[in-house]
């Protein structure tokens, strides 16, 4: 036995679906989690470094930063790199959310540009 409906029953009951589905829905977009570490706190103020020329063209200056060693900020001097064929330096990323700060490391990523060379 072969049922036929006619296509204004079909359209008048995937309404009815729709309308009943999307009646209790509430859509939250999730918050994305923190990346990085738990840290003591924010570090230090930047130390003011002079850049020296350039060892060669292909040489690219990472600014000096502080970086979390598990226990305390230790200092990175800024110094001349290489960087990979089509990667950038993206420095570290310091960030507080909800009473707590957070360390993120930097580094040489391929095709990355979150953060411009200093």
Not at 45 to 55: K, T
Not at 83 to 109: C, H, I, L, Q
Request: charged residues 15%.
């Amino acid at each position: 036995m072969r049922i036929r409906l006619s296509r204004t029953v079909v359209v008048l009951a995937l309404a009815v679906l729709a309308i009943s589905g999307a009646s209790g829905c509430v859509v939250n977009e999730a918050e994305s989690p923190t990346r990085g570490v738990v840290v003591s706190g924010p570090p230090p103020a930047p130390v003011r470094e002079e850049r020296p020329a350039p060892p060669g063209p292909q040489a690219v200056w990472v600014g000096g930063y502080w970086h979390w060693t598990g226990m305390q900020y230790a200092w990175i001097p800024g110094h001349w790199d290489a960087p990979p064929p089509g990667a950038t330096w993206n420095a570290p990323v310091y960030t507080a959310r909800d009473g707590r700060y957070f360390y993120e490391s930097g580094g040489w990523k391929p095709g990355e540009t979150r953060n411009a060379l200093h």
